[in-house]
């Protein structure tokens, strides 16, 4: 029996990813609706999430296609010390689709 030939199963998945977004965790969940809320700081992540590493959990959904803007904000520590940190969010694009995934599932308010 012959092969057929077929498209590599990754562009596949690309363009399923594109059109659908997803969670796997319930880390990934929580940073996902409280992104949907508001901005929040790593530090914030961090307690959202439950765990000590806010940024990986943030890496984990981009990688599984959610776009989460990082901008660098200045700030003074108390020691005085100029410095800059991180507070995420979620695009609008992903804020709709966010949306319109829960609606499907008959969640009307988050």
């Not at 969940?29 to 901005?39: E, G, N, S």
């Not at 709709?96 to 008959?106: D, I, P, Q, S, V």
Request: glycine share 8%; net charge positive; aromatic share 6%.
């Amino acid at each position: 029996m012959e092969k057929k030939d077929t498209a590599p199963a990754r562009a596949a998945s690309q363009s399923w990813q594109q059109k659908f977004i997803k969670f796997t965790t319930a880390r990934q969940y929580r940073v996902v609706i409280a992104l949907y809320q508001r901005p929040h700081s790593r530090e914030e992540i961090d307690r959202v999430s439950g765990s000590s590493n806010g940024p990986e959990v943030v890496r984990q959904l981009r990688e599984q296609g959610w776009d989460i803007p990082c901008q660098l904000v200045a700030h003074t520590d108390r020691d005085g010390l100029k410095g800059k940190h991180g507070v995420y969010s979620l695009s609008s694009n992903d804020r709709l689709k966010l949306r319109e995934l829960l609606a499907g599932k008959g969640v009307t308010h988050v």
